[in-house]
């Protein structure tokens, strides 16, 4: 699904582009321009409306239509005012970054190919400074694919990390209700039946105790096997020092 959406994307973009090449490309056409661009900001920001974005969220959504305008837009702007020799024509590196980071990597590739295709088909005589400004698109466009993969791999690193902090308080929250709710109570029960023994020295007060131990080993034995990251001695040599002061 995700495949096909990101071909869709592609499509679209590239009928954008054959589209503002197919106007600038008509002299009677090209006239409207500037009216053109109008619309298609105006296009532009009633999807931002109907989308319910906030008026300060100005960049293209990801994998939307909004990137085909903006693109449309661009090329517009620069192809109307004197193509490679525009003095707009570096907002086209402004335009890569946004297919980049707003659509899909292979995407970001044809549609790169695509506006250079778009201003070379439309130069009639390129000098080699334009060519050479062409060619720095794909180049600029690889530096671009770099920096979004280490930026999803550092949010990737971020949301792990949060997961294990989050799995971690979720342990510490468990062993805090296990010392709360068992451990003490029992360790309290405990000192109250060996005060008892040292003072009446009852037999059947000692077997109680002996099962009370008995009782909190077990559980602890227990809970320290789904918890290796507590030593399993530390609690049965405490235990351990319970049975011989009995």
Known sequence: ?????????????????????????????????????????????LIKRINQSRIWQLLPTAMSIEIALTTAGFLLLIGSTGNLSSIFFPLVYVNLFFLVFAS?????????????????AMASQPTPAEISSLLSLPLFLVMLIFAKHQYQQSNQRKAKLAQEDELLNQEEQEVAVFIQTFLKPKLASLQSLIEK???????????QIAQELESLENHLAGYLQEHEEVEPNEGE??????RDDV
Not at 104 to 120: D, N, Y
Not at 197 to 207: F, G
């Open 1 to 45: 699904m995700s495949r096909l959406l990101a071909m869709l994307h592609t499509l679209v973009i590239l009928l954008f582009m054959v589209g503002i090449f197919w106007w600038l490309e008509i002299a009677r056409l090209n006239q409207y321009s500037l009216q053109l661009m109008a619309i298609l900001i105006l296009v532009y920001f």
């Open 104 to 120: 899909h990597t292979g995407t970001a590739i044809f549609a790169t190919f695509g506006e250079v295709l778009f201003h070379f």
């Open 197 to 207: 023994n040292k003072a009446r020295q009852s037999a059947m007060e000692v077997d």
């Open 237 to 242: 040599d405490e235990l351990q020092e319970m």
